[in-house]
């Protein structure tokens, strides 16, 4: 199931279609694309789910260690501190029964985060006496999924909810306050393609495919600053998409349509909703080329949106393709707010009112002899009507934007390259460097572009050297950064990371029975994103699952 990728701000993991424990594997597009009736400008993620059992099967995983995380780039981080966030344990169920005209598939999981750094606690002592010796972020996840074939075509229902409960340290009114959080989801969508119905395919048959889906997200924060703040997001959202062959092309077309609403108590009384709706059309013409061409267009309340995408690949002999990609997007909001996007900088916090986006993309792929596999991307993107309201002020709140701010410019450019090397059936190993830095634009711009490392390396080998038995070291070497504000230091800068994790899986009882031991940053050298976010030294996870 596809998931796009040029969203804003952070992705909640258990807003997505399917259950982490029912996910197989991911693999990114980078290249712009249009899903679910609109443009992706920045590609999207494609999700592979595990395939449907046939009879009844059932696993259980339980995960530990001292794997950290940072609690985030907030000011009561202590500048050189150990690991302050401790995740885990885990706790994964899953349920699976399958027939050839249904299937149902049942998950829980179940985590933990604890804070580990003394200094963090000891905040606590006047809340509680004496200070407890850990304080735990509970996270409970079940969801549900059930298929079925019925009047030739495949239908999925799924459910679920994710629920967090624990004591957090908010910055801004500096205070430890109680957060509970409940987010829930059901969805229902179909297709009458006649693989996913189990059928054979029919020339120039009409397809259809269609999705249905409700989210809602409820906090309810107890502190001093309020006393009691309910946060409340839903959003309704729905498309129907039609596909037919045409002589030597493919025409796909359809709508979708999304309603939010936002109630925030007693910082918003009323409730405030949106409405916006998006059509979409592409052709995918057959041919040497094989070119695309798709169109994005939308309006709501806020204002209105559109762009188009055009795409080609040539084979240049049976080893070597090239292809090309064009895209771009125009954003209007109108006088009641401005669009954030956390997404284009990492934390940098940028604006605007009207924007326009415009990317070109190259990519040369070749074959080797041996089966190895090399290519090499380039891409440009042009970035017009940004507000900077905030960049790399993480610390602080930041700023609100007005009509008096100065629209800016961002002229970007990366190179990717990528390599797959098959060494042989029990020795598998790739490469993947990318570079990426600003070519033209304005000072804050530029400030903020340097927030993300400019050099990217991500390497790994698989060695197996027996059939229950795999070892995978895997090499991330990523280049210093600067964050220019928001630090004690005007100019604070990140080291440069470079972190070798090792992971060693072993299989026993006919496969039944998976242990595992992963080590991360066994160099132990220093890993951090942040100034003001935490070290993250040597660690190591153990974990083990059964399947029934």
Known sequence: QPVPADVAGTTLLDLLPVSLAQLDSVTVQRSPTITGGRLAMHGMLHLHTQRRVEGVRASASHYSGNEAG????F???????????NNGPFHQLRLAFGAPAADVDLALRRWADNLTDVRLRQRYIAAAAPAPPHLWVNHLAPTARAGFSAVGARHDVHAGTARTTGTFFVPAPREDQSLATRLSFVGLSGSTRPEAAGSAPSPGALTAAYRISAASLAMTRDGAMPATLEHVRRQVDGGVTLSRRAGAARVTGGVAVTHRSFDDAPAIPAEEAELEGDVHLSVAFDGALAPTIGISAGAGIAGIRGGGVASFTHALDPRTRVGLTAAGHMRALGDDGAWIDLALFGLGSLASSRRTSL?????????????????VTATGRRELGLRVIGAGRAPRLPALLTDASPALSLTNAELGAAVDLPFGGALLGGAAYRFTMPVRGSAEIRDASEMIPQHLLDASVTLVPAFDIRVRPALHLASPTRWPAGTPDDDARVPAVTRLDLSVEKW???????????????LNDVERYHPLGADFRLRVFAGATATF
Do not use: K, Y
């Open 70 to 73: 940072d609690p985030g780039p």
């Open 75 to 85: 000011a009561f981080t202590p500048a050189a501190t150990p690991n302050v966030d």
């Open 359 to 375: 990317s070109a993309a190259a990519e040369w792929s070749r074959l080797a002899a041996g089966g190895a596999h090399v290519s």
């Open 508 to 522: 026993m009882f006919a496969r039944r029975l998976r242990l595992q031991v992963i080590g991360r940053n066994l």
